[in-house]
């Protein structure tokens, strides 16, 4: 069955560190990619996707993601986070193959200390 | 601008009681609608999605049932409730299309957290 792992549940960082999150999935044909971002007590929000072209994508607030075909991966990155990006965020990867089924990542909670 | 609207935003029902979640979106017509339910540490999970009035597909078999009577309305419902449907129900929708270079996220709405006591 298809899958999306996110490597880490938890992640303190300091403001001004550097975040990558880690996003792999099983599934062999096309795939659309996304991040979404749940701040505390808002909605979840897409922060990032991707659907073709260059593999570097760049999102809202900084974030950037790269997918990495060979390596099933679509991680994201910001250079220096700031206190503001306390949330979660969840990978999700949507097949395509002409239906509408997103398989979600379990979520990665990261929390910036000021 | 499209808008979703879901309530209530929390709800604390009794084990065997019906329960009756609503989803609406503004500002668009004929969206694909989706409920998921996201428990802690395991992500969304998909549970049902529509893709128009009456069409209703079942991802995962359980105690929940969905409608969609009108174009832009999607419930999520149960005759009696379990103390495993505790949960946070999200309901979102997009507009899909099978083109290429489409391009279009989920928008989500706010939320309900379902408490079964």
């Known amino acids: 069955a298809q899958s999306v792992s996110q490597h880490n549940h938890h992640v303190i960082l300091s403001e001004a560190a550097s975040l990558e999150l880690g996003c792999n999935y099983s599934?062999?044909?096309?795939?659309?990619l996304f991040w979404y971002v749940q701040y505390p007590g808002q909605h979840l929000q897409l922060l990032l996707k991707y659907f073709s072209g260059d593999p570097l994508v760049k999102g809202i607030k900084g974030f950037e993601a790269e997918f990495i075909k060979s390596k099933f991966s679509f991680n994201l990155r910001k250079p220096s986070v700031q206190w503001s990006d306390t949330a979660e965020y969840f990978c999700?990867?949507?097949?395509?193959?002409?239906?509408?089924?997103?398989?979600f990542g379990a979520g990665t909670r990261l929390f910036v200390k000021a | 601008s499209q808008t979703i609207h879901q309530w209530p935003a929390t709800l604390v029902q009794p084990v065997g009681s019906p329960l009756s979640l609503e989803c609406t979106v503004e500002g668009t017509s004929n969206p694909n609608l989706y409920w998921y339910r996201q428990a802690a540490g395991r992500g969304l999970q998909l549970l049902f999605y529509s893709v128009g009035i009456g069409q209703i597909s079942s991802e995962v078999p359980q105690n929940l049932s969905a409608s969609r009577p009108q174009d832009r309305q999607f419930i999520l419902s149960s005759k009696k409730l379990l103390l495993s449907d505790s949960g946070f129900y999200l309901c979102?929708?997009?507009?899909?299309?099978?083109?290429?270079?489409?391009?279009?996220?989920?928008?989500f709405g706010s939320g309900t957290r379902l408490t079964v006591v």
């Open positions: 999700a990867v949507r097949q395509n193959t002409g239906g509408f089924k997103t398989i």
């Open positions: 979102a929708w997009s507009r899909e299309t099978l083109r290429r270079g489409a391009n279009y996220g989920y928008t």
């Open positions: 599934y062999g044909g096309t795939v659309n």
